[in-house]
């Protein structure tokens, strides 16, 4: 299943991004591409029942050797606290929280042996759960969720530096060395209480006595911080916060990228900050319909990728960190990477390098593969019929498979299957047993190629993106009651 394959082939110049690359040396060899960002970090968390908490060692050491082979040249990751006890309490059993943590340590020491640098995120008021004891607790709203405890409490305070404590010399003790420490205020975290208020500056002030403490077990880390839903007036509080109080601390910040967005807003800055861009890869081309987070099979967005690295370098955007939320966007890593590292001109090249790297196809069927999956970027548009011919005559040139080819296999059976379903509120006993073919479809994908755990939080069914779900969950509630009164 995670097979490795040979390297992908360097070195074109960069029309498309508006970069030259320099001519080949006096030895006539072809010199390595210039990077259009020097960060170019995989942001792959494991938690929810994804792939990167569920793969074994050798997997995900596979999964992180291909990432590097396109171009990414750091690993992040976030112990998200979500239904896991503390596992450094005294006395308790092995539980969840005891097997991410290990997890992630061998995935820290997998990127660290191939050579990627290395970035613990963290949200630092969201703790496990063992920890949220009834006087500790944030106080919170729509955008502040989480297990979260109040940092302004002098107890809870002691308890999130304790936990941090212990994760940063875990990892030392491991032989993880961190090159960074990547701090974000939300999803998860926060609090609303009067003494957190403004919470941005509670935040800065929290993580700086974190990173504090991280400097102590690797003291070379550097500072970053992600943007994912900070305000502008919240920008300019912690830029002048950071000026003020600990000037050059902050060596990156990647601005969100809402959904859509190809650019990042024009926000003030710590002095001396690089500018940097969060970018989402887990969902295909377009905003809405939204295809997303593995519900619907594999996704692809070679335009949107494309038009964001070409953007974003227009900006002066020195970074990128990709959010990745599992190997279902296999095909994206390929494309922002190889963009991002100078390896490819265009998304097109990347996915003919792409098919013959992974299905051993020759250049001409490369370019058929290429149009193919670049179609499915919008997969509402998508003509499953002709979709479907196309795809049988791609296979018959096709000499290798593995999960990477099947993937699409079985994505092009969910969408004709979506389409049978079809639209309205009527349930009969047809449409009733499309949607168990639509359940059977995924549930191959989900279980059988990717070995996915039970799903969870944005994964779990009841966020598919799909119009048909609301009414026939619905209608399922109400079958299930008339069958219980009739019991």
């Not at 020491?109 to 963290?122: C, E, H, T």
């Not at 922002?336 to 998304?347: I, K």
């Not at 593969?369 to 179609?375: E, I, Q, R, V």
């Amino acid at each position: 299943m995670w097979s490795r394959s040979t390297s992908s082939s360097l070195g074109r110049c960069v029309l498309a991004l508006g970069l030259l690359l320099p001519a080949p040396d006096a030895s006539g060899e072809e010199p390595s591409p210039r990077p259009v960002f020097a960060v170019r970090e995989l942001y792959a968390p494991g938690h929810f029942g994804n792939s990167y908490e569920v793969l074994g060692d050798n997997e995900m050491r596979d999964v992180l050797a291909e990432a590097a082979s396109w171009g990414f040249n750091r690993y992040g990751d976030w112990f998200d606290m979500d239904d896991c006890k503390d596992p450094f309490a005294p006395g308790h059993t092995y539980g969840l929280g005891d097997a991410v943590w290990d997890r992630k340590q061998v995935h820290f020491a997998s990127a660290q042996s191939l050579g990627l640098l290395r970035d613990l995120v963290i949200t630092p008021n969201h703790v496990y759960v063992d920890q949220c004891l009834p006087d500790l607790l944030a106080t919170k709203d729509a955008r502040v969720f989480g297990q979260l405890i109040c940092p302004s409490n002098p107890k809870a305070r002691e308890m999130i530096l304790k936990d941090y404590e212990n994760l940063f010399a875990g990892l030392a003790r491991s032989g993880v060395r961190l090159t960074t420490l990547t701090a974000g205020p939300y999803d998860f975290g926060g609090c609303r209480c009067k003494k957190c208020e403004p919470w941005i500056l509670t935040f800065a002030q929290l993580t700086h006595e974190i990173y504090t403490i991280a400097r102590k077990h690797h003291p070379d880390v550097k500072m970053d911080m992600i943007g994912w839903w900070w305000s502008a007036e919240e920008h300019r509080l912690f830029a002048d916060w950071v000026d003020q109080n600990s000037p050059g601390w902050i060596e990156n910040m990647y601005l969100h990228l809402p959904y859509g967005a190809t650019r990042v807003a024009d926000v003030p800055l710590p002095k001396g900050c690089r500018r940097g861009a969060f970018v989402h890869i887990s969902y295909a081309e377009q905003a809405s319909p939204r295809d997303m987070y593995g519900h619907l099979g594999p996704i692809v967005a070679a335009d949107r990728l494309q038009r964001t690295v070409i953007d974003l370098k227009a900006q002066g955007v020195t970074g990128v960190v990709a959010y990745s939320e599992g190997v279902f966007e296999d095909v994206n890593k390929a494309i922002l990477a190889g963009l991002a590292s100078g390896q490819y001109a265009t998304a097109d090249e990347v996915l003919e390098a792409y098919a013959r790297r992974y299905f051993g196809v020759d250049a001409e069927t490369a370019k058929l593969w290429a149009a193919w999956l670049k179609a499915w970027g919008k997969p509402f548009d998508v003509d499953t019929q002709q979709s479907a011919a196309t795809l049988e005559s791609l296979l018959k040139k096709t000499p290798k498979g593995g999960w990477r080819l099947r993937q699409w296999e079985l994505k092009q059976q969910l969408f004709a299957v979506h389409r049978e379903i079809g639209p309205g509120t009527q349930w009969p006993p047809e449409r009733l047993a499309a949607v168990e073919r639509f359940w059977a479809v995924q549930e191959q994908i989900h279980r059988g190629l990717w070995g996915l755990a039970p799903q969870r939080h944005i994964f779990g069914r009841r966020s598919t993106p799909l119009p048909w779900y609301a009414s026939w969950a619905e209608f399922k509630a109400r079958q299930a009651q008339a069958i219980g009164k009739e019991q």
